[in-house]
């Protein structure tokens, strides 16, 4: 299992500036553009990072090591988040910090999140470094937290826009399959909607129905994500 648990006086120690030195962060994350947030709130506070996009992902990290931290995206393309987060917690030894993460209601997805037995919750968008660790620091055992005062940072964090694109055209990927995951995909356009601030986009999320799309309707929105898409920068 990871040494980040069982050889802690081999780990770098964490400063004011990066309390997370020497943490193993385990982000499952089906959005890109959240994923990329993460990645740099991570890198900004010494967090190594570890990306998983869904639950078969994930499960295959656990195997193979014990992160410090999992944080965990509640709407995930092969099952609930919430039935990871509950596995999650009941491995031994446990991981010392879980935390459920959610573009959806907030105080809903909170109360799922811990139910399932996370330890705290963060709401979409994060994209300060001061949230972001406090909510971390919150829940981190004494042997892992930094001894000296915090250096809260207010600063932002902002992924790059070829994230963005990726997650519309994966939307627009979802949209051209037979049998469309409705339910999925308007969780996960409302994530990203959320992430991105992007109003125009979570006003269209909103008024998916739960179960089937019309032809007219699909269309519609393929064409909205193609615009979008359209303005956005291409990856290199």
Not at 62 to 74: E, K, M, T
Not at 192 to 202: I, K, M, N, P, T
Request: proline residues 8%; contains cysteine.
């Amino acid at each position: 299992m990871d040494d980040i648990l069982h050889n802690l006086a081999g780990r770098p120690r964490p400063t004011p500036e990066r309390p997370f030195l020497g943490l193993t962060i385990l982000v499952v994350e089906d959005s890109r553009y959240a994923s990329e947030a993460m990645r740099l709130l991570c890198l900004r506070s010494g967090a190594r990072i570890r990306r998983a996009d869904c639950i078969a992902s994930a499960r295959r990290h656990l195997n193979v090591y014990r992160p410090s931290v999992a944080i965990v995206d509640l709407g995930l393309p092969d099952g609930s988040g919430l039935d990871l987060i509950a596995h999650i917690s009941a491995l031994q030894p446990r991981v010392p910090v879980v935390l459920g993460t959610s573009g959806a209601d907030r105080d809903t997805a909170a109360a799922e999140a811990m139910g399932a037995g996370a330890d705290g919750f963060l709401p979409k968008p994060l994209e300060t470094l001061a949230a972001f660790q406090a909510a971390i620091l919150a829940h981190l055992p004494d042997t892992l937290r930094p001894k000296l005062p915090r250096v809260a940072e207010g600063g932002r964090v902002t992924p790059d826009l070829i994230a963005y694109r990726e997650d519309l055209s994966h939307a627009m990927d979802l949209l051209a399959q037979d049998d469309l995951p409705v339910g999925y995909l308007r969780r996960f356009l409302l994530g990203v909607a959320r992430s991105a601030q992007d109003g125009a986009l979570e006003d269209r999320a909103k008024d998916l129905p739960p179960a089937t799309l019309d032809p007219a309707a699909r269309l519609a929105l393929h064409q909205f994500l193609s615009h979008r898409v359209a303005g956005l920068p291409l990856a290199m």
